[in-house]
């Protein structure tokens, strides 16, 4: 009995009090794909991209998250984009999958370089939104084996949870910046027989600049900021150095530093080296997170893959 009493507190700590932990993860991955922060990243460049993450959070852990990512990008017409992603996660007693549509608009300011085939605008303002859907389920076989209590059915294991995001993305010359906002509409999912708090609203705003070098090179700080209607505030600042050696290779190397200042958050300071290589259309990288809190004796810390596939060769890397 103690032992199923202690299954249920985990539940109920993990998923009524962080519904939103999921997205959280999924956001957190941006470093490889702004598009999943921001909907107006969708077709920002006339090229098309396809990107499979997976994260492998808090290794060494009992039952560690795993959360796998799919999504795709494209300049569809001259002025409009379209972006799409499904996510799946496990995390212990719950699982959670999901998708987001997203439709952009850009409206160009300037006429561009020839970077590729296709003319890349250097200087753009776009908007986006998207509708997404997520699904949440309890794993009810796996508390049945590991709790010695009779009967232990939710009255309402699992629910369906829609909801909205809207982003501003701004370009020029090697300048960039982009303001979004997430879970515009207050739905609170039904999962336990009972209504949970909905999705809080959350504001993402990051700001870069790229300064191109010799040979090729070029250097990039960019920041991330983000904030949330519970007053969670946080942020990241990175510095990306790029090389494009050749039109079949190029690679990357970046460094990020994350910090939270709510009190509360587990996850208050991060380290993050990560880098990626692009073989003709190809791109592959690799990010690990350390957190420099209690977790950093538990855990071997978190990794992080991308592959991803390009319709073009980008001018830069993951944005």
């Not at 692009?278 to 855990?299: C, E, H, M, P, W």
Request: overall charge neutral; proline content about 4%; charged content about 15%.
């Amino acid at each position: 009995m103690k032992k199923y009493f202690l299954i249920m507190s985990i539940v109920f700590l993990s998923i009524g009090s962080k519904l939103y932990a999921q997205e959280e993860i999924i956001y957190n991955q941006y470093h490889f794909n702004y598009y999943l922060v921001n909907p107006a990243l969708a077709g920002a460049e006339p090229c098309s991209h396809f990107m499979l993450t997976n994260k492998l959070q808090w290794v060494g852990m009992d039952d560690f998250p795993m959360t796998q990512t799919f999504s795709y990008r494209t300049r569809a017409w001259d002025n409009v984009g379209l972006g799409a992603y499904v996510y799946n996660d496990r995390n212990g007693y719950s699982n959670r999958m999901g998708f987001q549509a997203t439709f952009a608009y850009h409206i160009p300011l300037s006429a561009g370089r020839y970077y590729s085939k296709k003319v890349s605008l250097d200087r753009q303002l776009s908007f986006g939104v998207s509708f997404k859907m997520n699904y949440f389920s309890i794993n009810q076989d796996l508390l049945d084996d590991e709790s010695t209590a009779g009967d232990n059915a939710f009255a309402n294991p699992s629910g369906l949870s829609p909801n909205a995001n809207f982003g501003v993305y701004y370009k020029s010359y090697g300048f960039f910046t982009g303001l979004s906002l997430t879970n515009l509409i207050p739905v609170a999912p039904d999962i336990f027989g009972d209504k949970e708090n909905p999705a809080p609203v959350t504001g993402f705003f990051f700001l870069g600049k790229t300064f191109e070098m010799e040979s090729d090179t070029y250097l990039e700080p960019s920041i991330m900021l983000k904030a949330n209607e519970y007053s969670n505030v946080g942020g990241d600042l990175n510095l990306k150095f790029g090389q494009e050696v050749s039109k079949d290779f190029g690679y990357w190397v970046q460094g990020s530093y994350r910090h939270s200042f709510d009190k509360d958050n587990g996850q208050s300071l991060v380290l993050m080296p990560m880098g990626g290589v692009r073989i003709g259309k190809i791109q592959i990288a690799y990010a690990f997170s350390l957190d420099l809190n209690n977790l950093v004796t538990q855990s071997y810390g978190s990794h992080e893959i991308m592959l991803g596939y390009s319709f073009c060769i980008p001018k830069y890397f993951c944005r």
